[in-house]
């Protein structure tokens, strides 16, 4: 073996290749992959924006609650076995809690709901 260093050096470049945080290769594997966002609202309305996105978009929320009530909590269900159910997977726990009104879209399908409690005075 005339240069050793050589098969330690070619696999570890390689790694590095692979590794580095490429944006270009992020958004070149995600690009024509959208999933879409429904929602849902209890005693109010809530509206996603956009409803279909590519993982890492940013998607945003306006929720309106009905006279008297006020948001109580927004949260996501994603539909992880990509079955068009989403009960499945809030039986199962597969369930995100939204800070704030806006979420960063995860590799799945989605659904949103938004739920207003009623205002005590
Ligand atoms: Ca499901």
């Given amino acids: 073996m005339k240069h ?3 098969f330690l050096i070619f696999p570890l ?30 005693n109010g309305i809530i509206l996603a924006s956009p409803d279909k996105a590519r993982e890492g978009e940013t998607i945003s929320l306006k929720p309106t609650p009905l006279e008297d009530y006020y948001l109580d909590f927004l949260r996501y269900a994603y539909d992880m076995n990509n ?6 997977d809030i ?14 879209m995860p590799p799945y399908n ?4 938004a739920r207003f409690d009623i205002t005590v005075s």
């Fill in 91 to 104: 039986a199962l726990g597969h369930i995100v809690i939204i800070d704030g009104t806006s979420f960063p």
């Fill in 110 to 113: 989605v659904l949103v709901v």
């Fill in 13 to 42: 470049t390689l790694f590095s290749v692979l590794s580095c945080n490429n944006v270009f290769l992020d958004n070149w594997w995600k690009e024509d992959i959208y999933y879409s966002v429904s929602s849902l609202g209890q």
């Fill in 4 to 6: 050793p260093a050589l």
């Fill in 83 to 88: 079955d068009g159910d989403f009960e499945d």
